[in-house]
């Protein structure tokens, strides 16, 4: 009885080293043997379409486990309807658009570099420059080139009765293209916030608007271009100026050059143009450098700065 057993068991190492022989032949090692009855017990317990779907995969044992899911507030989509109007409607309503009823051509500069000058045909289409409402009681800060040949001039506040107002100039800085007006109105006007033109750098989102061709309220914007740029218009020297490729042109002059956040950061000023429209460059000059002239000529300016001295 004990041989006939003995015998069964040599039977069986024979036949075992045998089949190890033949997968190692076929390149199957000995662990992926030892596997073989986990991988059958497990297809066993798996629904068909599972085993199916695994058996068109060649590379499914390669799969890695998804990670946890992540559940944290801070976490949310991005919102398609986050844009420019917040800022611009901080700004928008104190944009007034410029016009006159009679202007004298200006001397054109020889070369590229220009004013957006106002001549008769912006006249009569309602308008030659743009400009901000820096006080509420109805002062203005345009370009000088704007108003300086213009007679008998009209500012047109941004709101629901549109009311033209005769405006005078009160002061002026021909070295820095500025000029600030003055109307009488019985309402307190929307003014514009002003930021620090000093903290713009290169690459920096700005939006403009402006009048240009006399359509109040036009919005456009780009990015900083340079903020140190020096201009030789007319035969003067404009230092520290921005260049932008913001498109203005002919009736933006005045108008604010403002930040993602509604600040007033310039005053929109010039172009690069042969044929006297937008060509892709403009200029403005930066709010920085107005700023003294403003609290010199506006009294309510001078006073408050007075008070916060003392």
């Not at 060649?58 to 944290?72: A, L, Y």
């Not at 903290?199 to 900083?224: C, N, R, W, Y």
Request: with cysteine; net charge negative; proline share 5%.
């Amino acid at each position: 009885m004990i041989s006939k057993h003995f015998t069964g068991f040599l039977t069986f190492l024979i036949v075992l080293n045998v089949a190890i022989l033949l997968f190692a032949a076929v390149g199957v090692g000995w662990q992926q043997i030892v596997d073989v009855p986990v991988h059958i017990l497990r297809g066993m317990g798996e629904p068909f379409h599972n085993r199916l779907e695994g058996a068109r995969t060649d590379d499914s044992q390669n799969v890695q486990p998804v990670s946890d899911v992540v559940s944290d507030t801070h976490i949310k989509l991005v919102c398609s309807d986050e844009t420019f109007a917040a800022a611009v409607s901080r700004v928008r309503p104190a944009v007034v658009n410029i016009s006159c009823e009679r202007i004298e051509p200006m001397t054109r500069a020889p070369g590229g570099m220009r004013f957006d000058d106002p001549y008769q045909d912006l006249a009569m289409l309602g308008g030659i420059g743009s400009g901000m409402v820096v006080h509420r009681s109805g002062y203005i800060l345009t370009c000088h080139h704007v108003v300086s040949n213009a007679t008998n001039i009209y500012v047109t506040p941004f709101g629901p009765n549109v009311k033209r107002h005769r405006a005078r100039v009160i002061a002026k800085d021909e070295d820095l293209n500025l000029a600030l007006l003055k109307i009488n109105t019985t309402v307190l006007l929307p003014e514009v916030t002003t930021g620090m033109s000093a903290k713009m750098e290169v690459a920096d989102v700005v939006l403009a608007i402006g009048s240009p061709f006399g359509l109040e309220q036009s919005v456009t914007h780009g990015i900083i271009s340079d903020n140190e740029r020096d201009l030789l218009i007319g035969g003067k020297l404009f230092s520290g100026m921005l260049q932008t490729d913001v498109p203005i042109n002919r009736g933006s002059s005045g108008g604010p050059l403002i930040n993602i956040n509604g600040e007033v950061i310039a005053i929109n000023m010039a172009i690069y143009s042969i044929s006297g429209v937008y060509n892709g460059v403009s200029f403005a000059m930066p709010i920085d450098k107005a700023k003294p002239f403003l609290a010199k000529t506006i009294p309510l300016l001078h006073e408050a700065s007075s008070e916060a001295v003392n």
